[in-house]
């Protein structure tokens, strides 16, 4: 079949490496890809979320099936596009609807549906510049660090962590103020839940699921998870943490009732549900939805699955996923992340890559490249996630590493510590 896939990160890079690798490809397309999608597909100059210009491709290259990678186009609707148009009544669509991507493009969305649904999170208020004293005295009653998140969509930087309860307050006007954009129009106020997070992900085609590998991704720019957020420093599959009476609480306490919501909403979500996950003393509480594959986390997932992944696509497409599974592969995968001085503030692009190819121990994601005048040059914050096998998940971090020795970009900045919370 013809698959195309959106997007241009190491999400989309990883899972169109998996797609590559079915015999049921004939034809592999990303748009608007990046500087390694190249290698494995045919990258195609379109935006994710320039759903008239997908249209016109998805049409001339006779795609069977759009698998949605970023979560912008999804919350703006591009599977209701599709599905208005009777012409793409054949399509097969990987991703939820614009309803049900509210799961991740509104935080109060996703804290009421837990809520309605006895799903375990944490306490919360939602607060608008309307309701900003309230939002105050939450703040007062809750201990610290407090949490603070915008609402809405922010490229995984809208939350904040804050011990100083005058800095939260302050904190909390700039955001309704516009240090988000809109995002932050409204803004979920938590409390903080102690503990160590993980990431869990299933594949529903709204009905029934079936759980991929879990990982840990490490979102702090400094060492020792320190600094500010970032979009993900790099990940690890599979969790040393996440044994089998953890595993069985996730999956009653939480992706049960997650799928069983979704059905029960009448929602049309067929892809990927990102479960992010916080271990309070054994007990599993929701961070957060995503209604995609996470990132970095994706870049270890992949890694690890050894079925093939278009047929459960299909599945969940067509919502035939009842009875399928998935194999997982018993090395542990790691990925570590390079990223561009200044990242995630201010960081500059264009600068050369040199020694990918280089590399012959490690997969090399691209996450933020391009191609300028020959030569692979970098064209965002996270730029390169080197992904590697090992027994543990210390030997792949290893790996990784080691190959990361052969590549060079200037000012590049990478962690040296990740796994260091679970030795």
Known sequence: MNILVLGSGGREHAITWKIASSPRVEKLYVAPGNAGTRDIAENVAIKADDFDAVADFVRKAKIDMLVVGPEDPLVKGIVDYFEAKPEFANLMLVGPDKLSA????????????MQKYGIPTAKYLSVTAENLSEGEKFLESVNPPYVLKA???????????????????????????GKFGS????????????GIECSVFALTDGKSYVLLPEAKDYKRIGEGNTGLNTGGMGSVSPVPFYDKDFA??????IVKPT????????????????FGLMNVKGDPYVIEYNVRMGDPETESVMLRIKADLVELLEAAARRELAGKSIEFDQRA????????GGYPEAYEKGKTICGLEKVRDSICFHAGTAVADGNVVTSGGRVIAVSSYGNTIF?????????????????????????????
């Open 259 to 274: 799928i069983d919501g979704i059905r029960s909403e009448g929602m049309n979500y067929r892809g990927f549900v990102f």
């Open 395 to 423: 030997d792949a971090l290893n790996v990784s590493y080691s190959s990361i020795k052969n590549i060079s970009f200037d000012k590049c900045y990478y962690r040296t510590d990740l796994g260091f919370d679970l030795k």
């Open 333 to 340: 995968a790691a990925t570590v992340m390079m990223v561009s």
């Open 183 to 194: 995002a932050g129009n409204k803004v979920v106020l938590e409390q903080y839940l102690d």
């Open 248 to 253: 069985k609480k996730v999956e009653e306490r």
């Open 102 to 113: 509210q799961l991740e493009g509104s935080k109060e969305f996703a804290k009421m549906f």
């Open 151 to 177: 609402d809405g969509l922010a490229a995984g930087k809208g939350v904040l962590i804050l011990d100083n309860l005058d800095e939260a307050k302050c904190e909390l006007k700039n955001m309704l103020g």
